[in-house]
């Protein structure tokens, strides 16, 4: 849908510009993103043209630093994923500390009572839904005249292909919003990656410098050569299984993807083979940073890291695992850009 309005799209916490270039390819022209970490600059803007990127701390700022970027505009929207781990699930079986740091959702929040864009939208973990952070959230969209709607959304009715669940809010002073509709054919790993070149641990491919993978320990690399797509390491000889594995917390741990079926949660620890069923289904490695970022459905010409510096692989691992899957994004915007034109 092609609104014939200038809508001008703020993104807070925009990392790489996940979020940015979904709502971009749906049609919304993202004016900028502001995000703490300035590792994040060159994806940023590389990938999203005509969008600034400010490396500031979102605690730090006021709607005086975004209103610029609404200058000319019809519409107005604000969008931002919050960092999401005192609300994940990881963080809840592992932390032991009853404390979550709510500030930048708090912050959120105050930035829309100060500069009430005409339209909102928050994606995050499932988590958050049962804080009371977000029910304080909806208290000021309340307040300030939003109506909205908010759901846990499966990525892959989108055309994402994992098994991802994200809680997606929408809101608007313009009128109704409704959360998009699923819209696409159920996809699996085999459609976004299957036809990449083959690599060994360790090995990056010459024509991608995004195609690379970490170096495997021996000891892992029996193990994954023991590994069954879709397995886990209960499919090892018992030599190598050590004792902490039967207390992991996740039962997919030194797990392979299947062809078949969708990736998991893409997560910022893909780049290591125990750490999830974060094993290629056929290959004696993990995943490459390009196949994340495929599964995460950034296009394959995205550009993560200049072609003559080293790739930083964990880095930008943890850059792919914490960004908006770019298809779930382009279905936020497309809500959007119906309220747009109530």
Request: charged share 25%; hydrophobic share 35%.
């Amino acid at each position: 849908m092609n609104s014939t309005k200038a809508i001008h799209a703020v993104d807070l916490f925009s990392g790489v510009g996940g979020l940015t270039k979904g709502l971009t390819q749906a049609g919304i022209k993202v004016k900028a993103g502001f995000d703490i970490d300035e590792q994040c600059r060159y994806a940023y803007e590389a990938n999203n043209r005509g969008a600034d990127f400010i490396a500031a701390d979102i605690r730090d700022i006021s709607f005086a630093d975004i209103a610029p970027y609404y200058e000319g505009a019809d519409v107005t929207v604000m969008v931002g994923c919050a960092p999401c781990q005192p609300f994940s699930a990881y963080t809840r079986k592992t932390s032991t500390s009853n404390a979550s740091d709510c500030s930048l959702i708090e912050k959120f929040a105050r930035l829309i009572e100060e500069g009430k864009p005409d339209i909102v939208s928050m994606e995050n973990v499932l988590g958050l839904r049962q804080h009371p952070a977000f029910s304080d959230f909806k208290k000021t969209l309340d307040s300030e005249g939003y109506e909205y709607d908010d759901d846990v959304l499966s990525c892959r009715d989108f055309g994402v292909p994992q098994t991802r669940k994200r809680l997606v809010l929408v809101a608007s002073r313009l009128g109704g919003i409704s959360l998009p509709a699923p819209s696409s054919k159920r996809v699996t790993v085999a459609d976004f990656i299957k036809d990449l070149p083959s690599l060994r641990d360790g090995e990056t491919d010459p024509k991608d410098h995004m195609h690379t993978t970490l170096k495997l320990a021996d000891r892992n690399k029996k193990r994954i050569q023991q590994s069954k797509p879709g397995g886990s390491w209960k499919d090892w000889e018992r030599d190598i299984i050590s004792h902490c594995h039967s207390k992991a917390y996740y039962p997919a741990s030194y797990g392979r993807m299947r062809w078949d079926k969708p990736a998991p949660t893409i997560t910022t620890q893909f780049c290591y083979y125990s750490t999830g069923r974060f094993g290629h289904p056929e290959q004696d490695r993990t995943i490459s940073l390009r196949e994340a970022a495929l599964l995460q459905t950034f296009p394959k010409s995205y550009k993560f890291a200049q072609k003559r510096e080293p790739v930083p692989v964990h880095l930008l691992a943890r850059h792919i695992g914490n960004a908006v899957p770019v298809k779930l994004g382009k279905a936020i915007g497309s809500s959007i850009l119906e309220a747009s034109n109530v």
